[in-house]
T-cell receptor
Framework: NAGVTQTPKFQVLKTGQSMTLQCAQDMNHNSMYWYRQDPGMGLRLIYY???????DKGEVPNGYNVSRLNKREFSLRLESAAPSQTSVYFC????????????FGSGTRLTVV | DAKTTQPNSMESNEEEPVHLPCNHSTISGTDYIHWYRQLPSQGPEYVIHGLTSNVNNRMASLAIAEDRKSSTLILHRATLRDAAVYYCILEGGTSYGKLTFGQGTILTVHP
C-alpha cells in the first residue's frame, strides 16, 4: 500500500520553464490537496479537489493550475516558473469525512533559478 | 479561520512523558482538533484528532478541555524518533478540508 506518491522528488527549473508535479493515491480518498511549505511561512494551501471533476482555489493559487484526472490522480502545473515558486510541495489526501486524518505525500523539492 | 497558538519549542528526556499544549480560544462547535508532526525532510504525519472527547491511539493521547478552548497532545514515553515539529490544527465548518498550519512546536528529545 503506497499511500500518496509524488513525482518527481526533486526538480530544478529555469525561470520561465513549465512543469507538472504528479500525485497519485491508492487509498480511494475523495479529497486531494496541494500545499507548499516555505521557511517561516508554514504550509499554505494552493488548490484542492473535493471530489473527482471538481477543483477550487486555496490560499495561494496564483501561478498554478491543477487537474483532477481521475479519483486517483491530482496534478499541479507551473506554466511559467518563477523564483518565488521555489518551495517544497506536498500532495495531501483525505477520506470521506472529518473522521479521517489527512495523509501527506513525501514532497517535491522544487528550485527555480 | 480559527487559529491555534503553540509554544515555539519544548524539550524532553527520553522515556519521559511529554505534554504539548495548544490554545484555540476561537474554536467553533464543528471544528475538529488535529495534530500532525513533521520530521526533518519528510511530509507531515497524522498523529491524532478529536472533536470533544479525549482520544487515544497507538501514537499518542489527545486531551481536550471541557470548553474546547485548549487541548494537549500527550506522548506517553518520548523516544528520540519523536523529535519533530508538532502542529495543532483546527479543521471544520467553512474550513472543512483546509488545514491552516501555524508554526508548530519544535520538540527536542534528549537521550
Amino acid at each position: 500500500n503506497a499511500g500518496v506518491t509524488q513525482t518527481p522528488k526533486f526538480q530544478v527549473l529555469k525561470t520561465g520553464q513549465s512543469m507538472t508535479l504528479q500525485c497519485a493515491q491508492d487509498m480511494n480518498h475523495n479529497s486531494m490537496y496541494w500545499y507548499r511549505q516555505d521557511p517561516g511561512m508554514g504550509l499554505r494551501l494552493i488548490y484542492y479537489s473535493a471530489s473527482e471533476g471538481t477543483t477550487d482555489k486555496g490560499e495561494v493559487p496564483n501561478g498554478y493550475n491543477v487537474s483532477r484526472l481521475n479519483k486517483r490522480e491530482f496534478s499541479l502545473r507551473l506554466e511559467s516558473a518563477a523564483p518565488s515558486q521555489t518551495s517544497v510541495y506536498f500532495c495531501v489526501t483525505q477520506g470521506y469525512s472529518s473522521n479521517y486524518g489527512y495523509t501527506f505525500g513525501s514532497g517535491t523539492r522544487l528550485t527555480v533559478v | 479561520d480559527a487559529k491555534t497558538t503553540q509554544p515555539n519549542s519544548m524539550e524532553s528526556n527520553e522515556e519521559e512523558p511529554v505534554h504539548l499544549p495548544c490554545n484555540h480560544s476561537t474554536i467553533s462547535g464543528t471544528d475538529y482538533i488535529h495534530w500532525y508532526r513533521q520530521l526533518p525532510s519528510q511530509g507531515p504525519e497524522y498523529v491524532i484528532h478529536g472533536l470533544t472527547s479525549n482520544v487515544n491511539n497507538r501514537m499518542a493521547s489527545l486531551a481536550i478541555a471541557e470548553d474546547r478552548k485548549s487541548s494537549t497532545l500527550i506522548l506517553h514515553r518520548a523516544t528520540l524518533r519523536d523529535a519533530a515539529v508538532y502542529y495543532c490544527i483546527l479543521e471544520g465548518g467553512t474550513s472543512y478540508g483546509k488545514l491552516t498550519f501555524g508554526q508548530g512546536t519544535i520538540l527536542t528529545v534528549h537521550p
